[in-house]
């Protein structure tokens, strides 16, 4: 593994430990304010003003003056996570954190399983292959096992 893998694989991995974290805490401010809608869109607010502060700060501010010229298609990611983010601040007081995210996981699993195969989104082709099968198989038997209630 070359080191530059190696940062790009810890910055994902403390970004995957943040997924449960960013979860537990926006359910809980939806649940204090009695609205996972409201608790969104004040995170979307802090999430937007600390990507322009980056942008900014990085030198990469006048990227912003290309916006408008980009396909819409390409504005849907930001459904998508809205998507993502009003559900989980919904489901994961009702459901458990834990449960939700497994299911956000085995999601991503199967959508990165079809988006690879067929190098979608400009993606890198890696075809859908026996190991990958078995992988999301065990995932699923987790997630299975993981909801079964204690002994």
């Known amino acids: 593994m070359t080191s530059e893998t190696l940062k790009y694989a810890l ?6 430990m943040g997924v449960p974290v960013l979860a537990a ?6 649940m204090r304010i009695g609205s996972p809608a409201a608790a ?13 502060l980056v942008a900014a700060l990085s030198g990469q501010g006048g990227s912003f003056m290309l916006i408008p010229a980009q396909p819409k298609h390409l ?3 930001g459904v998508l996570i809205a998507f993502y983010l009003l559900s989980i601040s919904w489901v994961a007081p009702r459901f ?22 067929f190098a979608l989104f400009g993606a890198r082709a890696r075809p859908f292959d026996l190991a990958r099968g078995l992988g ?3 995932m699923g038997v987790g997630i299975v096992l993981a909801q079964r209630p204690p002994s």
């Open 75 to 77: 504005f849907h990611a």
């Open 11 to 16: 910055l994902m991995l403390a970004a995957g």
């Open 96 to 117: 458990g954190v834990g449960n939700a995210v497994m299911f956000v996981l085995l999601g991503q699993i199967l959508a990165i399983s079809v988006i690879d195969h």
């Open 25 to 30: 805490l926006n359910a809980q401010l939806g």
């Open 40 to 52: 969104g869109a004040v995170m979307f607010v802090i999430a937007g003003l600390v990507a322009i």
């Open 136 to 138: 999301i198989v065990l």
